[in-house]
């Protein structure tokens, strides 16, 4: 069984920091790739930043130039979100890919207040 496990959600005014960490544990040693997706109240599941071992990154349009995606080894990834907007206010997913699917941990929320 494979789980990944956020952390690092919480409350935060426009224009401040957060960082989210996620980790992978069970019977896997490592994904095609790994990130972070989000999903506000009323809108579809989208593409925050995700990362490849080889460290190739594609990140979603609306946060390019304000969060970094990085990783420490093949199983944990963190993600620096700076200027946050309140439009920005979402839970945050954690996945992993591997060509027979995704894996999702439970969603961390972030909340940017204006």
């Known amino acids: 069984q494979v789980q990944l496990v956020e952390s690092g959600g919480g409350l935060v005014q426009a224009g401040g920091s957060l960082r989210l960490s996620c980790a992978a544990s069970g019977k896997i040693s490592s994904f095609n790739a790994m990130g972070w997706y989000r999903q506000a109240p009323g809108k579809q599941r989208e593409l925050v930043a995700l990362?490849?071992?080889?460290?190739?990154i594609r990140y979603g349009e609306s946060v390019k130039g304000r969060f970094t995606i990085s990783r420490d080894n093949a199983k944990r990834v963190f993600l620096q979100m700076n200027s946050l907007k309140p439009e920005d206010t979402a839970v945050y997913y954690c996945n992993g890919k591997i060509p027979a699917g995704d894996y999702w941990g439970q969603g961390t929320q972030v909340t940017v207040s204006s």
């Open positions: 990362i490849t071992p080889g460290g190739h």
